[in-house]
């Protein structure tokens, strides 16, 4: 069993830059792939960037390409996601979860622990 605890929401205006961490403990951290999801008041869940068990690989949505940036810290047992150029629509609900037994994460049926989100709120 993995516990996830996010941390690093907030309110940013339009343009600016938030850093989310995700501290996990409880199983070989350095073993398996990270990611982030998010999640929008009336929306469903959505795949915002994931990272494979070396940080060796990273996968980002199309709609957050060149503003985040997925990062991890196998000494640490940390996953970042650093989001630059935020936008209003980036509001939402972020969740950090864990692909225990991924190396590559493949979709979102490989992520099975989740934290319980971080809030961020975008301002125009």
């Known amino acids: 069993q993995v516990q996830l605890v996010e941390s690093g929401g907030g309110l940013v205006q339009a343009g600016g830059s938030l850093r989310l961490s995700c501290a996990a403990s409880?199983?070989?951290?350095?073993?398996?792939?990270m990611g982030w999801f998010r999640q929008a008041p009336g929306k469903e869940r959505e795949f915002v960037a994931s990272i494979s068990w070396s940080g060796g690989r990273t996968y980002s949505a199309d709609s957050v390409k060149g503003r985040f940036t997925i990062s991890r810290d196998n000494i640490k047992n940390t996953v970042y996601l650093q989001m630059n150029s935020l936008k209003p629509e980036d509001t939402a609900v972020y969740y950090c979860?864990?692909?225990?037994?991924?190396?590559?994460?493949?979709?979102?049926?490989?992520?099975?622990?989740w934290g319980q989100g971080t809030q961020v709120t975008v301002s125009s």
């Open positions: 979860a864990a692909a225990v037994g991924v190396r590559y994460p493949g979709g979102v049926q490989d992520f099975g622990s």
């Open positions: 409880g199983r070989t951290f350095s073993s398996y792939a």
